[in-house]
């Protein structure tokens, strides 16, 4: 379990884990947007680095849209499309999340969430 479900407020902060599926020191991360648990690996697509200015900070003012606090990258929370910034049209790198009874869960052996409204996977 990453946390308890009412933890994430729509476009409020947001929950960071330990995610090293293949081993090292990798972070992820959950917020909720348009109602639904959604969860990325925290690594900004342009240089790498983690997205949150402060720990848990991911969305931009407006709550709507996930920023990169380097570069002002943003992204799409529902497919973790970067869709303004330096590194425009890369993704965000889902991971699968489930909320059940109140709980936010992730599975590493889970298939990432279908992406929708885009034009296709990324490599
Ligand atoms: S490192 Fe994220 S926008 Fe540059």
């Known amino acids: 379990m ?3 479900a009412a ?3 729509e476009g ?8 090293a599926p293949a081993g090292g020191e990798g972070k992820g991360f959950v917020v909720r ?3 639904a648990a959604r969860a990325f690996v925290n690594r900004c697509p342009h240089l790498g680095v983690e997205l949150d200015w402060q720990p848990g900070e991911f969305f931009e003012e407006t709550g709507l849209y996930l920023i990169c606090s380097t570069h002002g990258a943003i992204f799409d929370p529902s497919t973790g499309l970067c869709v303004a910034g330096p590194c425009r049209g890369a993704r965000l790198e889902a991971i699968a999340v489930e909320e059940r009874q109140g709980r936010i869960l992730i599975h590493d052996d889970c298939p990432a969430p279908a992406r929708g409204g885009g034009s296709g996977e990324q490599p």
């Open 2 to 4: 990453i946390c308890e």
């Open 7 to 9: 933890a994430l407020a």
């Open 12 to 19: 409020g902060a947001g929950v960071r884990f330990d995610w």
């Open 33 to 35: 947007h348009d109602g």
